[in-house]
């Protein structure tokens, strides 16, 4: 049997693993007996992680780097417990053939039903109906930003064909709306496989849509990627919605933008810090619906990720095809 070995911190570990998940894994590896500790920092790991063969890392968990892998003879699979692989893969890791694979398509699964309540609940003014009548008003918010909308029959905009945006669009599959798509790494053929339409520019998709849902990853190639000029295309009352990563947008453009209260948007990250400063404007636009970076995981779904990973690893004991794995050329295009 493969000895496999926890190297993630005590406050994750508690979290992402069920009982359930934890005996599937015990049942086809040996569990290295190591403590669980408050931080797996690189002393940590090159303490035990020198008879594993597979390693669970997770957030926090210490770069496996030249120092860690000089100890690290046997590794062959490193399972991460949590979203991007980066903080913790190398090219030492990389140069010495250790396969490694992701969870984080498990946090998708929230990311997108959190974006589909926006999508579905923004239009309709809910949110400014909300406040209006915790100031004494009734139906006044409704009326908010050129009045209530509705997906029925309307378009909807994803940017990024990724584990989110894949499974915003198999949700959105239960409505009765259009659903368009820019990925310049998706083909015409994959999208229509998703069922979608997928578009050339930003610019159609954002002059197309009444919502427009952002999934794109975090990269240099998508730093700053959303202008103002993309919003100005956005159709009066429309919403667009950021549970990605902030970086994509160019943030002060975007509030240029917002301050002429044409449309509403829905922001659960900022940049470049969270929690943004009290004077940022985004805190204080009525046409604002900020969130606490709250979309992707906060409780239950935290197991979730323990699934993925005791899937994973039985696929690999099992000599099968790992489902999520993450090769060094993936690097420079996912988050």
Not at 101 to 114: C, K, L, M, Y
Not at 218 to 231: P, Y
Not at 291 to 302: R, S
Request: charged share 25%; hydrophobic share 45%.
């Amino acid at each position: 049997m493969y000895n496999v070995f926890y190297a993630a911190a005590r406050q994750y570990r508690s979290k992402i693993f069920h009982e359930a998940d934890a005996a599937r894994i015990a049942a086809v590896c040996n569990v290295i007996d190591a403590p669980t500790p408050d931080e797996a920092d690189a002393k940590f790991l090159k303490a035990h992680i020198g008879q594993a063969d597979i390693v669970i890392t997770s957030w926090g968990t210490a770069n496996l780097d030249a120092n860690v892998m000089t100890t690290a003879g046997k590794l062959k699979l490193v399972t991460h417990a949590a979203g991007s692989v980066k903080p913790v893969v190398s090219d030492a890791l990389w140069a010495k053939g250790v396969r490694v694979t992701s969870s984080a398509a498990a946090i998708s699964f929230g990311v997108a039903e959190f974006t589909l309540g926006l999508i579905l609940l923004a239009p309709k003014r809910v949110f400014q109906a909300g406040v209006a009548i915790r100031d004494g008003q009734w139906r006044e918010g409704v009326s908010f930003c050129r009045g209530p909308q509705e997906i029925y029959r309307e378009t909807i905009g994803v940017i990024g064909a990724s584990f989110v945006g894949k499974e915003v669009i198999r949700l959105l599959k239960n409505f009765t709306c259009d659903v368009i798509l820019y990925d310049p790494y998706c083909s015409k053929e994959q999208a229509e496989e998703l069922g979608v339409q997928k578009v050339e520019t930003l610019e159609e998709l954002f002059e197309r849509s009444l919502v427009v849902s952002l999934h794109a990853p975090s990269t240099a190639e998508t730093a700053r990627m959303i202008r103002g000029r993309h919003f100005q295309l956005l159709r009066d009352g429309g919403v667009f919605i950021n549970t990605a990563r902030a970086a994509i947008v160019h943030e002060e453009e975007m509030i240029e933008e917002l301050r002429k209260g044409r449309f509403l948007a829905c922001i659960d990250v900022t940049d470049p810090t969270e929690p943004p400063t009290l004077d940022n404007p985004l805190r204080s636009l009525p046409n604002v619906w900020l969130t606490p970076h709250e979309a992707g995981i906060l409780n239950q779904n935290y197991r979730r990720i323990g699934t993925f990973v005791a899937d994973e690893i039985e696929a690999f004991t099992a000599g099968e095809n790992l489902h999520y794995p993450v090769t060094k050329e993936m690097l420079s295009r996912i988050g």
